[in-house]
């Protein structure tokens, strides 16, 4: 069978790599985008679908065909962009919440989410931010797919479109303590294209039948692991 996969996001810091690692990995037959503007990567896999109305993104995720053997969502905006904390929940969660239970009712096999590390400590957990992705884990955990895959990345390193507030300063901290220790910056924050990289493996991994099976909670370690220490270069071998 023709494996398919939708991503998410696409437009986005983590999820344009997303995008670009899974088209070159040649492990998808389809590669699947729903977004408010055009992707920027391209290739004879890719199927993107432009739709500015955000509600209309789940139905058209159900009715995708092929089906999506997986779906990957690197969803995400600030409150800046967004305008207010209700505005950034109705994407960060809302939105997000809405993909996995339409990707389920569809019978998608997998669902990978970008989520974040602390998001569970007691203090952070109290956070808007850390409620939204909490909220979007908890839906996945519950949809019970065959493969629920939560990233949890510590500061996401890379050049966005737009920049967000203090996001550089931790950028710039953490670049610094690399220069000191990889380890050391590895257990912080992870560059986006290696978080990136994860997802894909993570997906890859899925479709070969060898990802865990249930809910498979990828940190910064494993991260690093899946996106920069085993990640094989080019087109991916078929199993």
């Known amino acids: 069978m023709a494996h398919s996969a939708a991503v998410?996001?696409?437009t986005g810091l983590v999820g344009s790599h997303i995008?670009?690692?899974l088209i070159t990995s040649e492990a998808f037959a389809t590669v699947n985008t729903i977004s408010r503007?055009?992707?920027?990567?391209g290739g004879l896999t890719?199927?993107?679908i432009v739709e500015k109305d955000t509600s209309a993104w789940p139905p058209k995720l159900a009715a995708l065909q092929p089906l999506p053997t997986v779906v990957i969502s690197a969803l995400g905006t600030t409150r800046a962009a967004a305008g207010s904390i209700a505005e950034q929940w109705k994407i960060d969660h809302d939105l997000n919440v809405e993909l996995?239970?339409?990707?389920k009712a569809a019978g998608c096999k997998a669902f990978i989410f970008i989520s974040s590390a602390g998001t569970r400590s007691t203090l952070?957990?109290?956070a808007p931010y850390s409620k939204?992705?909490?909220?979007v884990e908890d839906a996945i955990k519950e949809a019970s797919f065959d493969h629920g895959i939560i990233l949890k990345p510590?500061?996401?390193l890379g050049q966005r479109e737009q920049s967000r507030a203090g996001e550089s300063i931790f950028q710039s901290v953490v670049r610094t303590l690399g220069i000191v220790s990889r380890n050391i910056q590895d257990s912080i924050g992870q560059e986006a294209e290696v978080i990136a990289r994860a997802a894909v493996h993570a997906a890859i991994l899925v479709e070969q039948g060898k990802a865990p099976a249930g809910v498979w909670e990828i940190d910064g370690s494993e991260i690093v692991r899946l996106g920069r220490t085993e990640w094989k270069h080019g087109p991916w071998p078929r199993s």
């Open 100 to 103: 996995v239970k339409a990707a």
């Open 124 to 126: 952070s957990a109290l």
């Open 154 to 156: 510590g500061v996401i």
């Open 46 to 48: 890719l199927k993107p």
């Open 19 to 21: 995008l670009t690692n």
């Open 8 to 10: 998410i996001g696409s």
């Open 37 to 41: 503007r055009p992707p920027k990567a």
């Open 132 to 135: 939204m992705k909490n909220g």
